[in-house]
């Protein structure tokens, strides 16, 4: 009986023993040493309730392997899914598990009287140790880190720029087999803020010349009378510019000829500026809008009585939106270089092509657009031509008497002639800038330096505001001579 209780004091002091070793290498080295389970304590609940209380987590890749000692013997072992990790016992004290597919599951190992030794909970995942040194490799500037959760990846650190965090995502999501199986919680470091200066100019040239003879005649032959007339039109232009720019000189009495001349030039030039400039952040969108809307008839709307008889009628209308417009993603892909997503519109009301009709006669007006969207990549400062046209557009109509209008020079008097000639030239200039917040006093308003004349002033000499320098601003030493300022008459 002592010897028995020696035997047993030795094999507790030496299981103690091995433990404290285990548990010591452990801490001083936990890269080389294998997992131990010494740690678990037996507890005289269940084997499945102890199990749940001390199982301890481990991740393993896919096709990777983890060693496990053990503190006693093992006799059985519990694999929840065989399919996503096993287990391998090599000796009496040492287990392999090995990870399969990508999921969860747990190992119980049991010892000869049916006791937990150890549970592990086991998460098997993708293997990004490749994926990890190659996000280090391509983004040395960034702390990106990548994790796996299930069947997805998760995506955290920062990044240096917008383009490396979306890199990294593409990455990600070729691994992960879809952009949906990725988390990207990747947070940029300094975001870079971009204003983008958009210039539209056009100028329209247009030249438009109508002449044309009316003829009206009264010829008595005895009792008989007859009357010719001869009015043509101009269908170039749709209608003449000035109806009543016309001389009417008249031939004999009783037999009598009218004739009238109808002449006009007219040349005009239209010239079209519009610079919008807007701030956004590196890979958000800003939209800049400056304009109005004009009401279209869409109908009329009317209230029936109790009779069934018609009562009172609504007019109903719809807007349509003119004037300056401006959408743009700016994302900063390096140092000093911007790629652009751009749209720019400009619209005004305009009469071509007015609709005449309703009630009363109303005109609804047409709407010109110059409209330009596309996608490019300048430096900082540059500037590019997003959008050109250059257009020319010629009419010319012969109107008049058949047979009579074709005769040497006696046809001028039998027909009309209307030309005309539209010449636009339009550009649409855009330029980035990355930019920084400055102090208020560097930033100038249209408003600066504007006070508004005083009665005397606009009484005795016809002016509508006063000149003055900015206050707390120093202006350098220059001489002026007459008006000058943002607002002058």
């Not at 131990?36 to 987590?57: H, Q, T």
């Not at 109508?210 to 009792?223: E, K």
């Not at 004009?294 to 009329?300: A, E, M, R």
């Amino acid at each position: 009986m002592k010897c028995v209780a020696n035997g047993t004091k030795l094999r507790t002091l030496l299981v103690r023993a091995l433990s404290f070793s285990a548990v010591a290498a452990l801490m001083l080295n936990p890269a080389l040493t294998p997992v131990i389970a010494s740690d678990y304590k037996l507890a005289p609940a269940p084997a499945a309730v102890a199990g749940e209380m001390n199982a301890r987590f481990l991740p393993l890749g896919v096709g990777k392997s983890v060693v496990i000692d053990l503190p006693r013997d093992v006799k059985d072992v519990l694999v929840g899914d065989p399919k996503i990790a096993n287990a391998v016992i090599r000796s009496s004290q040492r287990a392999y598990i090995i990870g399969a597919a990508v999921g969860q599951t747990n190992i119980v190992f049991f010892d000869g009287s049916g006791q937990q030794i150890a549970a592990y909970d086991i998460a098997v995942t993708r293997d990004l140790n490749g994926v990890r040194a190659a996000l280090k490799q391509m983004f040395p500037d960034s702390d990106i880190r990548i994790e796996g959760v299930g069947d997805g990846v998760v995506l955290s650190g920062s990044a240096a720029n917008p383009i490396e965090a979306q890199q990294a995502a593409d990455m990600a999501a070729r691994l992960a087999g879809g952009a949906d199986k990725v988390v990207n919680s990747i947070v940029v470091r300094g975001r870079d803020q971009v204003m983008l200066k958009v210039t539209v100019a056009e100028v329209q040239r247009s030249v438009i010349k109508q002449l044309g003879i009316d003829l009206n005649a009264n010829l008595s032959y005895g009792t008989s009378v007859v009357k010719f007339a001869n009015s043509n039109p101009f269908t170039a232009n749709n209608a003449p510019l000035v109806s009543s720019n016309a001389m009417t000189t008249s031939f004999g009495s009783a037999p009598s000829v009218q004739a009238t001349l109808r002449a006009m030039e007219s040349a005009g030039v239209v010239r079209t500026l519009a610079e919008p400039n807007l701030t956004a952040i590196s890979g958000e969108s800003a939209t800049f809008i400056s304009g109005g809307e004009f009401p279209i008839p869409t109908g009329v709307t009317c209230q029936t009585t109790t009779g069934g008889a018609i009562g009172q009628c609504v007019q109903t209308v719809s807007f349509k939106k003119f004037g300056i417009s401006l959408n743009f993603t700016p994302v900063v892909l390096t140092e000093g270089k911007i790629s652009l997503r751009v749209m720019t519109e400009v619209s005004e009301i305009s009469n071509e092509n007015a609709l005449q009709g309703g009630t009363g006669g109303t005109t609804i007006p047409s709407i010109k657009t110059r409209r330009a969207e596309t996608t490019l990549e300048i430096p900082s400062g540059g500037s590019m031509a997003m959008a050109g046209l250059i257009q020319q557009q010629t009419k010319q109509a012969i109107n008049g008497l058949p047979g009579m209008m074709e005769l040497p020079i006696l046809g001028t008097l039998f027909r009309s002639r209307d030309f005309i000639n539209n010449q636009t030239e339009l550009a649409v200039i855009v330029t980035p800038y990355i930019v920084r917040a400055v102090a208020q006093k560097d930033l100038s308003r249209p408003d600066d330096g504007f006070t508004p004349a005083s009665d005397p002033q606009a009484q005795l000499l016809g002016t509508v505001n006063r000149i003055y320098g900015v206050p707390g601003r120093s202006e350098p030493a220059q001489s002026y001579r007459g008006s000058y300022g943002f607002i002058t008459d």
